[in-house]
């Protein structure tokens, strides 16, 4: 699975609060959450994420509360995956059952600015950065994880079970 996409920079402990507010969590429509994206971060990021789908991070993004609503909100935005120096164990998880690319690449801020374009290789572990002609090695998404990632965990476990 590769993913090639522009990038939105944000730096460290971005927390799920910032990511979608609490306001919006009683929506259950993942388009209508999608639209209060970043808004507690970004007032811009709906119009960047049509131009740019990937997120390079600092250190713990999505921090804070365990909602599954904070990577939805993202991935239903367009963000076609987030690459971090870390992130919140619980955030990590949900973004892989929902079917969300996240990928942990220490020193990833220091290679990558803000609209830079990225090739992404899950399964291989690569991430270049082809405005720069920079290239990092990551440990690749275990292909367990990618299945998962591919169709979210509902689908995995369907094709799993039947038979």
């Known amino acids: 699975m590769e993913i090639r996409g522009k ?3 944000y730096g460290d402990d971005v927390n799920t609060d910032l990511i979608i507010s609490g306001k919006y969590l ?3 429509d993942p388009e209508e959450l999608a639209k209060h994206a ?4 970004d007032l811009e990021f709906s119009r960047k994420v049509r131009e740019r789908s990937v997120i390079v991070v600092g250190r713990n993004f999505g921090c ?3 909602r599954e609503q ?9 963000v076609k995956c987030i690459v971090a120096e870390s992130f919140a164990r619980i955030f990590y998880r949900n973004a892989i059952n929902i079917g969300l690319p996240v990928l ?9 600015n803000e609209g830079d374009e990225l090739k992404i290789k ?6 270049e950065n082809v405005s720069s002609g920079k290239v990092v090695h990551v440990s690749p998404i275990p292909d367990f994880l990618l299945e998962i990632v591919e169709g979210g965990l509902v689908e995995y476990v369907r094709r799993r079970s039947v038979g």
């Open 7 to 9: 990038t939105i920079r």
């Open 64 to 66: 804070g509360s365990s």
């Open 122 to 127: 899950l399964k291989a572990g690569v991430i």
């Open 104 to 112: 942990e690449c220490e020193g990833i801020s220091e290679i990558v």
């Open 26 to 28: 009683t929506i259950t």
């Open 38 to 41: 970043m808004e507690g971060l």
């Open 70 to 78: 904070a990577p939805l909100a993202l991935k239903y935005s367009g």
